[in-house]
């Protein structure tokens, strides 16, 4: 019998297109969502302990607490109502269902990191670096799996599909804006390293968030 490979036979084979998108099953893009959850919670807790706050919808609610008698927890929610609408109009069902149980998930494993976890010291420049990046990375899993964590990052990831804007930037801004406005009521080391936190999340968008560097869907 005679064999004979495609090289010896003068014929090359086809090359395979790697940049083909490779679908996400459910099961991937549960686990990333939790894992999402997860990031973003620990972030979160970093943050607390060293008495930082951050940019996004967080920082428009812990402004609007010092000038309406309500709980940031109750105005966070109030603010992200409008959001999930145009999450619904502009992004679509399976974005609005799927950042809605981000919203959830973040709710719940916050209040388990509260009764599971305690952080006796930690620097603020660790905080603000390890914190934001953490953050950062549980925005992107849930970015890449076509969630959002709500707020304004609905937001910059609307923008960023629909103008091309990155959404590292964008966020970048609206937390700039967001920082400079809490100087009237927090210190201004405190507001500092807050914003060394939103750099670090942003950064990570830019980075790692730009049309034709992923290539799963």
């Given at each position: 019998m005679l064999h004979c490979s495609t090289r010896e036979a003068g014929i090359r084979a086809a090359p395979v297109n790697t940049a083909d998108p490779l679908p996400?099953?459910?099961?991937?893009?549960?686990?990333?969502?939790?894992?999402?959850?997860?990031?973003?919670?620990?972030?979160?807790?970093?943050?607390?302990?060293?008495?930082?706050?951050?940019?996004?919808?967080?920082?428009?609610?812990?402004?609007?607490?010092?000038?309406?008698?309500?709980?940031?927890?109750?105005?966070?929610?109030?603010?992200?109502?409008?959001?999930?609408?145009?999450?619904?109009?502009?992004?679509?069902?399976?974005?609005t269902i799927r950042t809605v149980a981000v919203g959830i998930g973040v709710a719940a494993l916050g209040t388990w990191t509260r009764l599971g976890l305690t952080i006796a010291h930690i620097d603020p420049a660790f905080a603000a670096l390890a914190?934001?990046?953490?953050?950062?990375?549980?925005?992107?899993?849930?970015?890449?799996?076509?969630?959002?964590?709500?707020?304004t990052g609905v937001v910059t990831l609307w923008l960023q599909k629909r103008r091309g804007w990155n959404a590292g930037r964008t966020q970048m801004t609206i937390d700039t804006v967001i920082l400079l406005t809490s100087l009237a009521f927090l210190p201004a080391e405190r507001v500092g390293w807050s914003a060394v936190s939103a750099a670090a999340v942003s950064g990570i968008l830019i980075a790692w968030h730009r049309p034709g560097r992923y290539t799963g869907y």
């Open positions: 996400h099953s459910a099961l991937e893009d549960s686990y990333a969502l939790l894992l999402g959850c997860i990031l973003v919670v620990l972030g979160l807790a970093l943050l607390h302990a060293a008495g930082l706050v951050t940019g996004g919808t967080a920082g428009i609610a812990l402004l609007l607490s010092y000038l309406i008698p309500l709980p940031s927890g109750v105005l966070f929610t109030l603010i992200n109502l409008p959001f999930m609408l145009l999450a619904w109009k502009a992004m679509g069902r399976r974005f914190g934001g990046s953490v953050i950062g990375f549980g925005a992107l899993a849930l970015a890449r799996h076509h969630a959002g964590i709500g707020g």
